[in-house]
């Protein structure tokens, strides 16, 4: 009789529980998805500390969690996946998944203990049984099947598009790194070009190519770091998402066959097979909850991170974690850069216009060789040069070709060759002479067309402008994926656990029903047998 008693009373016990800790999961992530709602309220806001200073700490107030390697004091170092104490005081908000787990392990296998004690040492043969609680079960039992198939479903939808709005993300800011390291690369070559500019011997100052000597090892550095850094990060963060992705799908399909097989095994009676799926699934709803704890981290980590991009759009030149995910170009290198492309784009549309000046609009006599190669015609019209000698800005004069078709004006001007070195038609170049020209021109522009680039990149902008696309087009994806995933696992975890409660009540159910009517069959037929006496 006390055994009899104590299983049922260990049952009912074991399904308050789980609908308490259900309750229990179910109010710690409400508390925590309010907490985060209300700190990105404030996420616009910088702090008084980090506004004049070179380095600024980002997502200050949503980052404020305890940290339990610091005697649970709170945590202040804002987002920074460089730092250990951000990672356990994110990592402290699973502790509530972590503990429910640890509960529902414990409570649960000493109930399956003591209900298997009951039934070995106190055995007796079953007798009675309600038909409201057997419809009961079998309606909850069906109930939560469903959800539990549901939440596979929803797990599985979520793995997916997270794993794809992630590799997305990925792709974009690894295309931006490189779209920046080949510009850099592009300014490397066409100064190495304007070094071997000649123009009729004249050619740029000693000064002018030790300086690009020197600018284009630094171009080459940070293009270098670049891309190479932002690589590194690209292959760690795939890694992880797709051992993350596979690991999503498996314990889709294995929740998902252990709700309907357990469900169909219950049904058909199999009693000793129900309590095989009942031992495996109380140790798979156990890792299930600690994964619910994991993907909360991971979806704190998501809205901490684009929190942090849209404070760092707002001081762009602060020295950031966010460093280690896509850096800025150095700021000093980025300012010689441009000022060194400013310069050779000065000084070469000066040695072309002093060719012109000195050269080919000057009627030679045939004694000034090399001077003179026949040139006769129109004279032709200067190049406009777009840099002042102060490396300002300068305004095309009327009368100047501009940098984007000088080549094709001045193809007007090219005479034809009969004799080796003197022209034969009219013109003011010969053809070897355009063809030096039309080279440098060629440099002068593309120097002067990666003028804004550089500009952008002394700001850093490249880097915000990046910032400000994920934050816009990709954070929300992310972050409304990442709650799919960790709710369908909570979901599927609780499914799950309380399928397990209701396989043991649904098994034991079908088999009073059983007995009972095999009982009442039986005593049933005696009384009609002494019917003829």
């Given at each position: 009789?006390?055994?009899?008693?104590?299983?049922?009373?260990?049952?009912?016990?074991?399904?308050?529980?789980?609908?308490?800790?259900?309750?229990?999961?179910?109010?710690?992530?409400?508390?925590?998805?309010?907490?985060?709602?209300?700190?990105?309220?404030?996420?616009?806001?910088?702090?008084?500390?980090?506004?004049?200073?070179?380095?600024?700490?980002?997502?200050?107030?949503?980052?404020?969690?305890?940290?339990?390697?610091?005697?649970?004091?709170?945590?202040?170092?804002?987002?920074?996946?460089?730092?250990?104490?951000?990672?356990?005081?994110?990592?402290?908000?699973?502790?509530?998944?972590?503990?429910?787990?640890?509960?529902?392990?414990?409570?649960?296998?000493?109930?399956?203990?003591?209900?298997?004690?009951?039934?070995?040492?106190?055995?007796?043969?079953?007798?009675?049984?309600?038909?409201?609680?057997?419809?009961?079960?079998?309606?909850?039992?069906?109930?939560?099947?469903?959800?539990?198939?549901?939440?596979?479903?929803?797990?599985?939808?979520?793995?997916?598009?997270?794993?794809?709005?992630?590799?997305?993300?990925?792709?974009?800011?690894?295309?931006?790194?490189?779209?920046?390291?080949?510009?850099?690369?592009?300014?490397?070559?066409?100064?190495?070009?304007a070094k071997k500019v000649d123009v009729q011997?004249?050619?740029?100052?000693?000064?002018?190519?030790?300086?690009?000597?020197?600018?284009?090892?630094?171009?080459?550095?940070?293009?270098?770091?670049?891309?190479?850094?932002?690589?590194?990060?690209?292959?760690?963060?795939?890694?992880?998402?797709?051992?993350?992705?596979?690991?999503?799908?498996?314990?889709?399909?294995?929740?998902?066959?252990?709700?309907?097989?357990?469900?169909?095994?219950?049904?058909?009676?199999?009693?000793?097979?129900?309590?095989?799926?009942?031992?495996?699934?109380?140790?798979?709803?156990?890792?299930?909850?600690?994964?619910?704890?994991?993907?909360?981290?991971?979806?704190?980590?998501?809205?901490?991170?684009?929190?942090?991009?849209?404070?760092?759009?707002?001081?762009?030149?602060?020295?950031?974690?966010?460093?280690?995910?896509?850096?800025?170009?150095?700021?000093?290198?980025?300012?010689?850069?441009?000022?060194?492309?400013?310069?050779?784009?000065?000084?070469?549309?000066?040695?072309?216009?002093?060719?012109?000046?000195?050269?080919?609009?000057?009627?030679?006599?045939?004694?000034?060789?090399?001077?003179?190669?026949?040139?006769?015609?129109?004279?032709?019209?200067?190049?406009?040069?777009?840099?002042?000698?102060?490396?300002?800005?300068?305004?095309?004069?009327?009368?100047?070709?501009?940098?984007?078709?000088?080549?094709?004006?001045?193809?007007?001007?090219?005479?034809?060759?009969?004799?080796?070195?003197?022209?034969?038609?009219?013109?003011?170049?010969?053809?070897?002479?355009?063809?030096?020209?039309?080279?440098?021109?060629?440099?002068?522009?593309?120097?002067?067309?990666y003028g804004p680039f550089l500009a952008d990149?002394?700001?850093?902008?490249?880097?915000?402008?990046?910032?400000?696309?994920?934050?816009?087009?990709?954070?929300?994806?992310?972050?409304?994926?990442?709650?799919?995933?960790?709710?369908?696992?909570?979901?599927?975890?609780?499914?799950?656990?309380?399928?397990?409660?209701?396989?043991?009540?649904?098994?034991?159910?079908?088999?009073?029903?059983?007995?009972?009517?095999?009982?009442?069959?039986?005593?049933?037929?005696?009384?009609?047998?002494?019917?003829?006496?």
């Amino acid at each position: 009789m006390f055994c009899s008693r104590s299983n049922r009373v260990f049952l009912l016990i074991c399904i308050l529980s789980s609908l308490l800790l259900v309750a229990t999961g179910i109010s710690i992530a409400e508390e925590e998805e309010w907490g985060r709602t209300t700190s990105v309220k404030g996420r616009f806001l910088a702090e008084e500390s980090g506004e004049n200073s070179s380095s600024l700490i980002l997502a200050a107030k949503r980052t404020k969690r305890k940290d339990p390697t610091e005697n649970f004091k709170l945590y202040t170092g804002g987002w920074n996946i460089s730092n250990s104490h951000y990672f356990t005081s994110v990592a402290y908000t699973a502790v509530p998944f972590v503990v429910i787990a640890g509960v529902w392990f414990v409570f649960f296998g000493l109930s399956l203990s003591l209900i298997c004690f009951c039934y070995c040492c106190c055995a007796r043969r079953p007798y009675g049984y309600s038909r409201i609680a057997y419809a009961l079960s079998l309606i909850l039992l069906i109930s939560f099947t469903v959800a539990a198939i549901v939440g596979c479903v929803f797990l599985y939808t979520g793995q997916g598009k997270f794993h794809a709005s992630t590799t997305d993300t990925l792709d974009y800011v690894v295309r931006q790194a490189n779209f920046t390291s080949e510009n850099l690369r592009n300014v490397s070559d066409y100064l190495n070009a304007a070094k071997k500019v000649d123009v009729q011997s004249l050619v740029l100052p000693g000064d002018v190519l030790n300086k690009i000597n020197d600018i284009q090892g630094k171009i080459n550095s940070s293009a270098t770091t670049l891309s190479v850094k932002t690589m590194e990060n690209q292959d760690k963060i795939q890694d992880v998402l797709n051992n993350m992705r596979l690991a999503l799908i498996l314990i889709a399909a294995v929740m998902l066959f252990l709700a309907f097989i357990g469900f169909l095994l219950s049904v058909f009676g199999l009693q000793c097979l129900v309590y095989t799926l009942v031992i495996l699934g109380w140790i798979l709803v156990t890792g299930t909850f600690i994964l619910c704890g994991v993907f909360l981290i991971l979806h704190n980590v998501v809205g901490d991170t684009c929190v942090a991009m849209d404070q760092w759009v707002q001081h762009p030149k602060a020295h950031t974690a966010l460093d280690d995910i896509l850096p800025c170009v150095d700021n000093a290198t980025a300012r010689e850069t441009l000022t060194q492309t400013k310069l050779v784009t000065y000084q070469l549309v000066t040695l072309l216009d002093s060719a012109i000046n000195t050269m080919t609009n000057r009627n030679f006599p045939p004694q000034a060789r090399p001077l003179y190669y026949n040139q006769s015609g129109p004279l032709m019209p200067l190049l406009c040069n777009p840099i002042n000698a102060d490396l300002s800005d300068h305004q095309c004069q009327p009368g100047e070709v501009h940098l984007s078709n000088a080549t094709e004006v001045w193809k007007n001007y090219t005479c034809q060759i009969i004799t080796v070195g003197t022209c034969s038609t009219q013109g003011r170049m010969t053809p070897k002479l355009y063809t030096q020209m039309a080279a440098a021109v060629n440099v002068s522009y593309g120097l002067y067309r990666y003028g804004p680039f550089l500009a952008d990149l002394r700001g850093c902008d490249f880097v915000r402008s990046t910032f400000t696309d994920i934050e816009r087009d990709h954070c929300p994806g992310l972050k409304r994926y990442t709650r799919w995933i960790y709710v369908g696992l909570v979901l599927v975890s609780t499914a799950v656990m309380l399928s397990l409660v209701f396989w043991v009540i649904y098994a034991r159910e079908r088999r009073h029903r059983v007995y009972t009517k095999d009982y009442n069959a039986t005593h049933s037929e005696a009384p009609r047998d002494k019917d003829p006496q």
